[in-house]
């Protein structure tokens, strides 16, 4: 009766943690079995609460890592080392344990195959997680719009789900490039730099073509890469944006 | 410090509305400027969370919690429009 008359809202519900995969040194993929969940769309996130024994209580957003079709709900969080939250997810959490979450949200940061493209994903450090979501819905639904990802990390080993999108690269039409901005492996052929609009001009598809472009990262890495497609002639209007910050 | 955006008060913006909201459309009171609340200026660590335009800084949005309650302050915008 309760569950009935609360449809619709955005309750927080306990989700029983089933699995836990360390992507990274840094980052944790988490996967959850929330009791009510009716399904989400690639881009949006959950908001995470935390409750300590005296009462005080810490909330952050996380975005889903996995596509609608996953049958599964997938964080991926990064450890934050001041962070109020992320250190106890990544270090702390165990398989078994339950989380209070409440989600899905939003419905700025979304793609669906009916939105088309060419569909340009733009991602910083942990940005790459709803893009990464994003990549695998389009891969579950064979849509056949040309797809580009350009992932942006430090150095290699920071580089989240990077067989995967290893993978995406070689196996499927997706164009995957990554530039690591600190360290680079020997006989690295990527990019080497930070992002600024000579890279995102060279990423990108020109103006003309019209691509619909997603940009997740840390809030100076999204305005970069947002000015730099606006300075190229994209339309505003299809540059969507994901900022996160150390809050 | 930096400057988060709409989505990241979606969750906020939910409860309060009883729907999603960062696909509406907004007028600033101040500039005239129109923009999508995702894309808005979001600080979270005001006392409560504030959303400003992007173009003039006028503060449209101020959500505060407050023993269970949510109070949504809005008079910052000349118009919102659901999406």
């Known amino acids: 009766m309760e569950r009935a008359a609360l449809r619709g809202r955005l309750s927080w519900q306990l989700a029983t943690v089933v699995e836990l995969v360390e992507q990274t040194r840094r980052t944790k993929s988490i996967v959850l079995d929330p009791p009510d969940w009716t399904g989400h769309r690639a881009g949006q996130h959950v908001d995470v609460r935390l409750t300590a024994d005296d009462g005080y209580q810490a909330q952050r957003s996380y975005s889903i890592a996995s596509a609608p079709e996953d049958g599964h709900l997938e964080l991926t969080v990064e450890r934050l080392d001041d962070g109020e939250v992320s250190p106890y997810l990544v270090d702390d959490l165990r398989s078994g344990d339950q989380l209070e979450l409440r989600g899905p949200i939003g419905g700025y940061f979304v793609w669906e195959r009916s939105l088309g493209g060419p569909l340009l994903l733009i991602g910083g450090g942990s940005g790459i997680v709803p893009l990464r979501a994003m990549l695998r819905h389009h891969l579950a639904t064979a849509s056949d719009v040309p797809v580009r990802m350009l992932y942006s990390a430090r150095s290699l080993d920071e580089v989240i789900y990077r067989e995967e999108l290893m993978r995406a690269g070689a196996e499927h039409a997706v164009d995957v490039r990554f530039t690591l901005t600190r360290k680079q492996p020997a006989g690295w052929d990527g990019y080497a730099r930070r992002i600024d609009r000579d890279l995102i001009g060279e990423v990108a598809w020109p103006a003309g073509d019209r691509p619909l472009v997603y940009i997740c990262g840390p809030t100076a890495f999204v305005e970069t890469a947002a000015e730099a497609l606006v300075g190229l002639g994209h339309e505003p209007g299809r540059v969507r944006t994901e900022r996160f910050g150390p809050t | ?83």
Do not use: K, W
């Not at chain 2, 009171?29 to 979001?42: F, K, P, S, Y």
């Not at chain 2, 979270?44 to 959500?63: I, Q």
């Open chain 2, 1 to 83: 410090m930096d400057a988060l955006d709409g989505n990241a008060i979606a969750g906020q913006l939910v409860v309060a509305f009883g729907h999603e909201m960062t696909t509406a459309s907004g007028v600033c009171g101040r500039c005239g400027g129109q923009a999508l609340l995702a894309e808005t200026n979001v600080y979270l660590r005001a006392p409560g969370s504030v959303a400003r335009c992007r173009a003039c800084d006028n503060v449209l949005v101020v959500m505060v919690e407050v023993r269970g309650y949510t109070v949504v302050d809005l008079t910052g915008f000349s118009a919102l429009e659901p999406a």
